[in-house]
């Protein structure tokens, strides 16, 4: 089994959609002191990986203005109407070749935290592909070896991934990750929702810090 300790881990941010749900650069909505994605790539910074990379395409100009890009990597793909799968193939180009594994976030699902994150790497074992089991289904992050960077290139669209597992299914690793998926902000509903579940937890930490 590889140990954490050992491994170069490279972090994935897929931040390069359209927002053509919700109409507006979701990549850029305020949430806490910054903006959502700020928060993310907040998230994968404590995470400590050897490497972090972050893929942009609508709205890049703007991103690169607002969002904090320090210390990360960032890809643009040009092609990002073509969905998720190209954002991959775009970042794959970039993967120091030293990594071993690369865990993919995503940039509008603000509810992972860096604690799931370390959960998934100490518990993927060996795997070559693994994901978190959350409590009502499947989700990310998820962490591929090395061995699958080929396949994650040659995918399309945006469910190319969840196609990937599907077709290993058995070599697939699921670890138990506490309490429910963490939404998606495709919607003004869903961000509404991850801005309730925001300020509940601040009220919960100022009461228990207090």
Same mark, same amino acid.
């Given at each position: 089994m590889h140990s954490r300790a050992t491994s170069f881990v490279t972090g994935l941010v897929l931040a390069a959609g359209g927002s053509k749900?919700? &109409?507006t650069p979701k990549q850029l909505l305020p949430y806490g002191d910054a903006t959502l994605l700020d928060h993310v790539i907040a998230t994968a910074r404590a995470c400590e990986f050897d490497q972090l990379l972050c893929v942009i395409g609508g709205? /890049?100009?703007e991103i690169r203005? #607002? *969002?904090d890009l320090r210390n990360v990597t960032v890809v643009e793909n040009e092609v990002f109407g073509e969905g998720c799968s190209s954002s991959i193939a775009a970042a794959l180009t970039a993967v120091d070749e030293k990594a071993e594994v690369l865990v993919l976030m995503l940039g509008d699902q603000p509810g992972v935290t860096a !604690?799931? *994150?370390t959960t998934l790497l100490d518990n993927r &074992?060996? !795997?070559n592909l693994a994901a978190c089991a959350y409590e009502d289904g #499947? &989700?990310?992050p998820l962490a591929f070896a090395r061995a699958t960077f080929d396949e994650l290139a040659a995918l399309h669209g945006?469910? &190319? *991934?969840?196609k990937l597992l599907d077709r290993h299914a058995g070599e697939v690793v699921d670890v138990q990750v506490a309490g429910a998926v963490p939404r998606d902000v495709d919607t003004d509903e869903d961000y509404r /929702? *991850?801005?309730s579940e925001l300020e509940k937890a601040s009220a919960w930490s100022f009461r228990f810090s207090g």
């Open positions: 749900r919700l &109409g709205s /890049a100009t203005e #607002r *969002v !604690a799931t *994150v &074992g060996d !795997a #499947r &989700g990310h945006d469910k &190319g *991934v969840w /929702a *991850v801005l």
